[in-house]
């Protein structure tokens, strides 16, 4: 093995260190050999930083024979004299270059002159100093000479990467301009191509059915101990795409993003994780660069077994009150599990009630221009998939809450509508039918409704929901529809809500209503080359609102973190509507919309908190005792700050 030490670095250090330099080069050279030990070269080469942190070790305890300070020689020998294994993590203070390369504390060119000297960053950086605010221009200006939605992602997930404060100041500051990036359709596109950006930063938790056994040993190797939001996927159902496997961890990713830019969570409680049980895409299969295991979907009771072992280990480790948001799954497997657990842990699905809860707030938010109450409304929903059943059930719910109703009686007036017409019992069954259409099988006209048009002039609905969550919807919302809706009512209230085609623009909803419509869309239009999303001019200055769980789950993910409750119900979710709806002014209902702005998600966060943690504390399942004179002042008070903070 060559000598640890270059035969003339001895001349180079005076006194005992120098003379003891070539002692420490014959003892290390009677060391068993091992491959990277070396650590000096030439006399005239400066050491060079190991990338290893095990390397490191065993380099400070090879000198330990010169009195280094670091040197723990005897208790680190075994017999014979041999290094025993050592763990690699070090905890300690950092500052200079690995002060730099932590997101959480990294300030760029903002450091001070005093924090330069102070953490040893002098050298390191350009000499100017720039505030937060040049920072923040210069970022919003980045993205914007971008013209492709995908590059604008890749460069916030790299600013994420290595600046945390500056990535959720811009976030919030642009919200409404960057909500269509970091969320959906742009994060699912990315989802696509996860292969080829993957990076090896640990920025998700991955668990797979060879991990049975031993799931909670690897959420302990999650870096974080203080966990309360949980994002979890299996990658089966990410919108429009089907299956994603293993790259649906970007959607993950991007929930708990918004988690923080809306609701203050704290970056560090997050943790996203996906659970990799297969794929039934075949080019995914076929890829070389796919990153996840390589079988069909396993279902039935293996992928029970471990979604369970993966809970209970979550809550052994983090407790109870640990937030599980269950994002794109399977409708048979999301609803299952959410009934299962949602006893034992605070769950949430954003397919089952994130957006029915944001479509909730919405009608409500419309009330006062429509008029009447909600039970006075007749709903029509049309669509193919769950999501205009669990819809449907949220609304029935709310109806049921407010007049004292049963749910079964509140169903009556909801209505579903799809590819084959009108659904009542006249078509079939359960032995036809999907379960969750079941309980919308009303007795219906006599005569049938093969359309969408024939369903709206029999039922003479006043609200109508358009939302096919895969593909392009079985029916458009074109003239005649909405014509047979304005017969029913002076303001019907339409939201065409398909993310892959809408059934109708905002624009035509409004000139084929003559501006009497209230309009609700999923997401504005994006023009290439534009600052942003943004809405068409009309001729009747209406703007309409855009309907996202955006507004609703950051402000639950809060309200369970103020008032630490242990579960979720239905009349919170309720509750949850409603405060987003008293949000909306006059005003701002006379422009159209029925949904406060966008640019107002913090306050609108904070409102939807505690209103759910008023909930958790009447029903008696809230366990941060005594319960705070104010929940909003706490909800504003426990939100994160993307302000950089003085380092000392």
């Known amino acids: 093995m060559p000598a640890l030490f270059a035969p003339g670095l001895a001349q180079l250090i005076p006194g005992a260190l120098g003379s003891a330099l070539p002692r420490a080069a014959a003892a290390a050279s009677s060391l068993p050999s091992r491959r990277g030990l070396s650590v000096l070269t030439a006399p005239t080469a400066r050491p060079q930083r190991q990338d290893a942190q095990q390397q490191q070790q065993q380099q400070r305890r090879g000198l330990a024979s010169i009195g280094y300070p670091d040197a723990e020689d005897a208790a680190d020998r075994g017999a014979g004299g041999t290094l025993r294994p050592t763990t690699p993590w070090v905890r300690q203070v950092i500052s200079g270059v690995d002060l730099m390369r932590h997101p959480k504390y990294n300030k760029g060119l903002a450091f001070s002159e005093a924090e330069r000297d ?38 916030l997930q790299s600013l994420q990467g290595r600046n945390e404060r500056l990535f959720y100041r811009v976030l919030l500051e642009h919200f409404e301009e960057l909500l269509p990036i970091i969320s959906n359709p742009t994060v699912r596109q990315a989802c696509q191509r996860y292969g080829l950006m993957f990076k090896s930063l640990p920025r998700g938790l991955f ?49 708990l993003s918004l988690h923080t830019a809306c609701g203050g969570v704290q970056p560090a409680t997050t943790m996203p994780v996906v659970i990799d ?54 409708h048979e497997n999301g609803a299952k599990l959410l009934n299962m657990y949602r006893t034992d842990f605070p769950c949430y699905n954003d397919d089952l009630q994130g957006l029915g809860t944001a479509v909730l707030a919405a009608v409500l938010g419309a009330l006062p221009k429509t008029g009447g109450s909600l039970a006075d409304h007749t709903v029509v929903l049309a669509g193919d998939g769950a999501t205009t059943s669990c819809i449907a059930e949220l609304l029935a719910a709310a109806v049921a809450q407010q007049t004292g109703a049963t749910v079964l009686e509140a169903r009556q007036n909801m209505w579903l509508v799809d590819s084959s017409g009108l659904v009542t019992r006249g078509r079939g069954d359960s032995s036809t039918l999907d379960d969750y259409k079941l309980p919308y099988c009303h007795s219906g006209p006599e005569a049938h409704c093969p359309d969408l048009l024939s369903a709206v002039r029999q039922l003479k609905p006043t609200v109508l929901i358009g939302c096919t969550q895969t ?103 309720i509750a949850a509507a409603e405060a987003v709806a008293r949000l909306v002014t006059e005003e701002e209902r006379a422009a159209g919309l029925s949904l406060p702005p966008l640019h107002q998600i913090r306050e609108v966060s904070a409102h939807v908190a505690r209103a759910v943690a008023q909930k958790a504390y009447e029903g008696g399942f809230a366990t941060d005792m005594p319960k705070p004179h104010s929940l909003l002042d706490r909800a504003r008070s426990y939100m994160y700050s993307p302000l950089y903070r003085t380092l000392r």
């Not at 040893?120 to 920072?135: I, K, T």
């Not at 089907?242 to 970007?250: E, F, P, S, T, Y």
């Open 118 to 155: 102070r953490l040893y960053l002098r050298g390191l950086l350009p000499p100017a100093v720039l505030s937060q605010e040049v920072q923040l221009e210069r970022a919003i200006l980045n993205i914007r000479s971008k013209e492709d939605l995908l590059d604008r992602y890749s460069y």
């Open 207 to 255: 668990v797979t059915l060879e991990d049975r056994g031993g799931v909670f040993r690897i959420l302990k190797n999650w870096p974080e101990r203080n966990v309360r939001v949980v994002c979890v996927t299996d990658g089966e159902h990410v919108g429009s795409l089907g299956d994603l496997g293993v790259q649906a961890i970007g959607t993950s990713m991007s929930k």
């Open 277 to 330: 049980v297969g794929t039934d895409n075949e080019e995914l299969l076929r890829s070389p660069l796919y990153v996840g295991v390589r079988h069909r979907r396993v279902r039935g009771d293996a992928y029970y077994q471990l979604m369970d072992e993966f809970l209970t280990a979550v809550r052994r480790r983090y407790g109870n009150t640990t937030l599980i948001h269950f994002e794109d799954l399977g």
């Open 471 to 573: 593909g392009s919807p079985p029916f458009k919302f074109d003239q005649p529809v909405v014509n047979a809706m304005l017969a029913n009512a002076r303001h019907p209230v339409i939201f065409p809500l398909s993310p892959a085609e809408a059934e109708c623009t905002a624009a035509d909803a409004y000139a084929w209503s003559q501006g009497r419509a209230v309009v609700a869309v999923e997401a504005p239009i994006w023009t290439p080359g534009s600052g942003g999303p943004a809405f068409p001019a009309n001729e009747w200055g209406l703007t309409p609102s855009q309907i996202t769980s955006t507004y609703i789950f950051p402000g639950v993910a809060l309200g369970t973190m103020i008032s630490r409750c242990t579960r979720l119900r239905d009349e919170q979710f």
